[in-house]
């Protein structure tokens, strides 16, 4: 199992991260309904980034790796979502909002260029298996060999 799919220090920036929306959801008064929702949906998908990548750093496969890192994506988009929501609905401080927003943007943008090089990788294999295949079809295995 590679557990090198992913930097060190990523890793870690995703925890700071999600420690960040645990910090403000602890501050946050919930006194009002939508506050104290949005707050609980704020908590699950900020926390869910960094279990998120954490599990793709553990990935057993390519295929893994894409699914695992997409969905730590999908959670800073939606936690980037919760958090305009609350500054803009709820009355949430942008001094408490906009570094977890901007954060998220640039986690998303990391993300994002990943997935990209993960998914180039992916064609590429397919590719190189696509022409071993047409090798062994045309009748001459010694050209698989590498």
Known sequence: MNHE??????RERTKIYSAGVIRLYARMPKV????RILGKKLLRSGTGVAARVRKASRARSDEEFVSRLTGALQDADENQ???ELLREECGAAPA???PLEKEAGELMTIMTSMLNRAKEKERTEAKRREAEVKKLKNGNPENLKH
């Open 96 to 98: 408490d909002t906009e």
């Open 81 to 83: 979502m919760w958090l």
């Open 5 to 10: 799919r992913l930097p060190p220090e990523f």
């Open 32 to 35: 009002r309904e939508e506050a």
